[in-house]
């Protein structure tokens, strides 16, 4: 695969792709926006490190030496896609439309082509479709949703050369959060499918109580439930939470059993929704100030810690660390995954405190065993 960085194509290769060619978003290309000239470093990338970027400037302080894939959900960022493409990575676009609207072919047409034409002014490389719309089977809308990744991937890869068009699933196939979705479908029309192991509370079947974000058993059975439809290791990237939840606890038993409110979604009559999302810096600091200090569940392979707040109320904060994400790396790393991604880079604590730095390298590390 080529990547056009200044004046000459940088070689870079990516055990991976299916679409060698020319790189178009690069900054050859944006010369007169300033652009960094080719440092003239041949890489050889591994494994695919797919980052969802927020916005703002956290970016800047990303492991470059390991990103391969940035879908940038914030702001437009010309700094973020010149450095990416100097570090031989690829910067793609969020992909977000109603379903509803998808079912009619023209209008299908000119979104994609909206979409296309967006990533070549904005000199990007392709695009990350994120839909996580309820459908049925059998509904119009699901076979518009395959129509459309089918079509959005055949525009890009004929107007864009070498670009990439991924899909974002839930951590199963098994209609979570009534996504009912033609997997094996969609996973054959795109380039590869990013799979959202964490959330894996949004449907509470079970006991109203906290559990982890993602807990290793469960999350591996997703993957072996993708896999047995018959989707290639290779078509599934990895996605783990740089977050956690906090939930406040009606009670707090000594066997440290939360027991959560009510909160219904999607047919399921308790969900995640009864806790709040925490990113990953903020989780450890707070941590040191928790009446627990941090434990760890050994069923779930996740860490936790509690703790009373102000106005006397307990909490329980379920999040992943190094230990927890280095276990999922090693099984996607064994299964032959194509790679490993996180929602999302912003989400660690990048300041120059030493405490901090050293959490985000473990955190960095822990991708890509």
Known sequence: ????????????????????????????????????????????????????????????????????????????????????????????????????????????????????????????????????????????????????????????????????????????????DRRCYNYTAIADACDFLFVMSYDEQSQIWSDCVAKANAPYLQTLIGYEEYITMGIDPKKLVMGVPWYGYDYICLNLSKEHVCSLSKVPFRGAPCSDAAGRQVPYGAIMKAANGSTSGILWDELQKSPFYEYKDSLGHFHQVWYDDPRSISLKAAYAKKRGLRGIGMWNGNSLDYSKESAAEQQTEAMWKALTP
Not at 121 to 145: C, F, H, R, W
């Open 1 to 176: 695969m080529l990547f056009a960085v200044g004046k000459r194509c940088r070689l870079v290769h990516d055990p991976f792709s299916h679409s060698p060619g020319l790189h178009h978003g690069t900054c050859a290309m944006r010369r007169g926006a300033g652009c960094p000239r080719d440092p003239g470093v041949c890489v050889s990338l591994p494994r695919q490190v797919f980052v969802f970027d927020v916005g703002k400037k956290a970016w800047e302080s990303y492991e470059w030496s390991k990103v391969t894939t940035v879908a940038a959900f914030g702001r437009y960022d010309a700094e973020l896609v010149c450095h990416a493409h100097a570090s031989g990575a690829r910067v793609v676009l969020k992909g977000d439309v109603s379903l509803t609207e998808m079912v009619d072919p023209a209008k299908r047409a000119a979104w994609i082509s909206q979409q296309v034409d967006l990533a070549k002014k904005q000199y990007m490389d392709g695009i990350n479709i994120d839909i996580e719309q309820e459908v049925n089977e059998t509904s119009p809308e699901y076979y518009a949703l395959t129509a459309l990744v089918r079509e959005t991937t055949e525009a890009f890869h004929r107007e864009i050369p070498g670009s990439q068009v991924t899909f974002d699933v839930a951590w199963s196939p098994a209609c979570i």
